[in-house]
T-cell receptor, first 112, second 112 residues
Framework: NAGVTQTPKFQVLKTGQSMTLQCAQD?????MSWYRQDPGMGLRLIHY???????DQGEVPNGYNVSRSTTEDFPLRLLSAAPSQTSVYFC???????????FGPGTRLLVL | GESVGLHLPTLSVQEGDNSIINCAYSNSASDYFIWYKQESGKGPQFIID?????DKRQGQRVTVLLNKTVKHLSLQIAATQPGDSAVYFCAELAPGTYKYIFGTGTRLKVLA
């Protein structure tokens, strides 16, 4: 199993540009989440999904959209990038009924 | 370079010594706890977990201790090795919720 994979690894955007961060998992996990990690702060939840077709907001959802059309994929969309969205983004997944959550390698995003 | 963890507390230990990393959790109702290891430029990696009905759990070279009275979690690493150098953080999960609460982490530096 590849586990949780994320692309791209690095991205530089200009303010106002849009992009999609990709996340995929091959473990057939029902639950998937997106987090951002900023210096001096714990991981913060952006959006999450408990199954295909079901998504919900986390604690910092503004400026981000998600969809879950398949169990495997959970893309995160930035509609109009802002410098405040400069961060490291992690996707995670876990099996329903199992608490252990597994993370992808991250996407480092710089918004100029 | 690595931007995460610039302001983290740091624990420096000599190679071969034991390390103890502490975490204060926030929710007295949390019943599941995880320790993650995050190496520079990588995603968080699961180390060990513990449920609230336990006080101690051991893995390979790692032990997690849980003190529910003072809402404290610790990670002990035996015979610390250079490969243990990383940021370590804890996460807690309350029953019936999806959202983890993550600590900000401690940077472990292993001195040769």
């Amino acid at each position: 199993n590849a586990g949780v994979t994320q692309t791209p690894k690095f991205q530089v955007l200009k303010t106002g540009q849009s992009m999609t961060l990709q996340c995929a998992q091959d473990m057939n996990h029902e639950y998937m989440s997106w987090y951002r990690q900023d210096p001096g702060m714990g991981l913060r939840l952006i959006h999450y999904s408990v199954g295909a077709g079901i998504t919900d907001q986390g604690e910092v959802p503004n400026g981000y959209n998600v969809s879950r059309s398949t169990t495997e994929d959970f893309p995160l969309r930035l509609l109009s990038a802002a410098p405040s969205q400069t961060s490291v983004y992690f996707c995670a997944s876990r099996e329903a009924g199992v608490e252990t959550q597994y993370f992808g390698p991250g996407t480092r995003l710089l918004v100029l | 370079g690595e931007s995460v963890g610039l302001h983290l507390p740091t624990l420096s230990v000599q190679e071969g010594d034991n390390s103890i990393i502490n975490c204060a959790y926030s929710n007295s109702a949390s019943d599941y706890f995880i320790w993650y290891k995050q190496e520079s430029g990588k995603g968080p990696q699961f180390i060990i977990d513990i449920r609230s009905n336990m006080d101690k759990r051991q893995g390979q070279r790692v032990t997690v201790l849980l003190n529910k009275t003072v809402k404290h979690l610790s990670l002990q690493i035996a015979a610390t090795q250079p490969g243990d150098s990383a940021v370590y953080f804890c996460a807690e999960l309350a029953p019936g919720t999806y959202k983890y609460i993550f600590g900000t982490g401690t940077r472990l530096k292993v001195l040769a």
